[in-house]
């Protein structure tokens, strides 16, 4: 500071250096006294006739919040969501599909009885239609189950006791509480969670939020990740039991998403985006009555029809690159098996295979249809179809296709960590209009995920597992 220095710059210094000497749990112990003193305050002036009734949002709260009971119970709560939206999305999954195919098979006829060539009528309907029908058909039942639960905890004032309970993890990765608000909406929509990110105030966080929701995963990937937990994992225990014990496998591979959101966060906010933690002075609202009209407008119209047709405008022009593929031939092959006996090598080096990182790529624009590709692929016909049983589809992967556990865990993997879809990207790229940020949101999640899987390959293969 130079002695010509205004009595305002040598204040500010002055301020600066006291700033630096402050303990780190200052914010928090500020708040705290304000509060006390508030309280006491209060205690002072307010009298209560009668006898005092019992307070049950305090003592909701000391459960919700309390440091031995708070997680598990949020992870509890995070499994019964999941658990009713894979019981109940099952059926009316099925139903819908069915129903595309009806109306399928009806328009193939139409146009073939009309004399119109097959490659027109097998990229129309084959190929375009049966990718919107799968899509609709894998989205739209378990985001009708999910997004109106969630609504239902932000409505009954349940998330800003996540929020509470999350704030010391973030904090010490230097991010914001509130980003698990994000991370929860995530689990609907990648999409929608970066949207979630405007309650974040500093952009610094905001930013840290938007290039690490892509950990949590989203709708679009709960087919590939509930096959593999029932066909892996839930086929050795009892049937009454399958979906719970897929359910629990989901929450696993949850919990490791959530220790990839801290960690990458944490490298973040000490690199690129290095910067101090904001205060993040949180007032839980006492809980209310939820309201079912606000909650089903907003869960059904604001969301899921919203997220939905994001995902049919990206689904159409990847129902017909699958098609294409499919069907076009440079010899006796397709170029899709081209391109998968292409990849293979690369498949092989990260426990997966060719055929699995081609259904990745023509599934950018939408991860519903990541399993009927791969599906289509290993049974050798010209189009998405409907899956096996999960007991067939086990006896069918396993002794015709030669896969293992590792190919089971490191796709499990690779598809909590993989690079988001087309609709996140663009979402993304609207929400920091910066290239350089989108980029890195996009093939950052893509360079762990092939990092991860491949030392995971060598840890299996060296001990004789792979």
């Avoid at 705290?32 to 002036?45: D, G, I, V």
């Avoid at 050795?236 to 801290?262: K, R, Y």
């Amino acid at each position: 500071m130079t002695n010509n220095a205004t009595p305002a710059e040598r204040l500010l210094a002055q301020a600066d250096l006291l700033r630096q000497a402050l303990p780190g749990d200052f914010r928090d112990t500020l708040v705290q006294t304000l509060y006390h003193e508030a309280e006491s305050m209060a205690e002072k002036a307010v009298q209560q006739g009668g006898r005092k009734r019992w307070d049950w949002d305090s003592t909701v709260d000391r459960l919700l919040t309390s440091p031995i009971f708070g997680l598990p119970l949020m992870l509890a709560i995070l499994s019964l969501i999941f658990w009713l939206t894979i019981a109940g999305a099952n059926v009316p999954s099925a139903m819908l599909a069915e129903g595309f195919f009806w109306v399928e098979a009806q328009g193939v006829a139409l146009f073939t009885s009309l004399g119109i060539p097959w490659w027109i009528t097998g990229f129309l309907w084959d190929g375009v239609f049966r990718g919107l029908g799968w899509v609709i058909s894998v989205m739209l039942p378990p985001m009708a189950i999910f997004f109106p639960l969630f609504t239902f905890l932000e409505d009954l004032g349940y998330l800003p006791r996540v929020a509470f309970n999350m704030d010391w993890l973030f904090k010490k990765a230097g991010a914001h509480g509130k980003q698990s608000l994000t991370m929860a909406m995530g689990f609907g929509c990648n999409a929608a969670g970066i949207i979630a990110t405007r309650v974040i105030d500093s952009p610094r966080e905001r930013l840290i939020a938007i290039l690490t929701n892509n950990f949590v995963p989203c709708n679009g990937r709960f087919p590939t990740l509930i096959m593999l937990a029932t066909v892996f994992v839930a086929a050795s225990f009892p049937p009454a039991l399958t979906s719970v014990i897929a359910a629990g496998s989901v929450v696993t591979v949850v919990v490791i998403g959530i220790i990839f959101t801290l960690v990458i966060s944490g490298v973040l906010s000490r690199t690129v985006l290095r910067g101090e933690a904001s205060a993040f002075s949180l007032e839980l609202p006492p809980f209310r009555r939820p309201n079912l009209r606000q909650i089903l407008y907003t869960s059904l119209i604001d969301r899921t029809i919203f997220v939905l047709w994001r995902a049919i405008q990206t689904a159409a022009p990847a129902g017909a690159a699958i098609w294409l593929l499919a069907n076009i031939y440079v010899g006796d092959t397709s170029l899709a098996w081209h391109v998968a006996n292409a990849l293979q090598p690369l498949g092989n080096l990260v426990g997966l295979d060719g055929v699995i990182l081609l259904a990745y790529i023509i599934a950018i624009p939408a991860n519903e249809i990541v399993v009927p590709t791969m599906m289509m692929m290993y049974l050798g016909v010209g189009m998405m179809t409907d899956m096996p049983a999960y007991s067939e589809m086990h006896t069918m992967l396993v002794g015709q296709y030669g896969w293992t556990t590792l190919t089971a865990v490191n796709l499990m993997l690779f598809s909590l960590l993989h690079n988001p879809c087309a609709t996140t990207i663009m979402t993304m790229w609207k929400e920091t209009r910066s290239l350089k940020w989108t980029t890195l949101g996009a093939l950052g999640p893509l360079v762990i995920a092939f990092a991860v899987t491949f030392l995971v390959a060598v840890v299996a293969r060296a001990f004789g597992l792979g």
